[in-house]
């Protein structure tokens, strides 16, 4: 059901199929490559969560509630700082790769 209905999801599924190819490329050092990967597999699954809980939430409360409202935002926020610093985390390596 997440590939299929969310597209935040599928944007993940691309970046981390471009993150691996990318790595492979440059010849990432396996624990680099494994660190930058995990990264990316742990913000799809923090994805995933975030999306299972606005569908429950709004399936037990319909209506909007400023409580629901806010931990809804409060996940997006960790999907965000998750997505910053996975993409930090892949420049970073990605760098120190590169420059040897």
Known sequence: MGFSEERNFRFGVLVLFAVMLGGWWLRVPPGAYV???GAWVLLLAVELVNA???RF???IHPK???IIGTAKDM???AV???AAGAAGATLLLVVATIRG
């Open 52 to 54: 299972a809980f606005e």
């Open 35 to 37: 660190l930058i990967v």
């Open 64 to 66: 909007y509630s400023q």
């Open 80 to 82: 965000l700082l998750l």
């Open 57 to 59: 939430a709004d399936a």
């Open 75 to 77: 996940l997006a926020g």
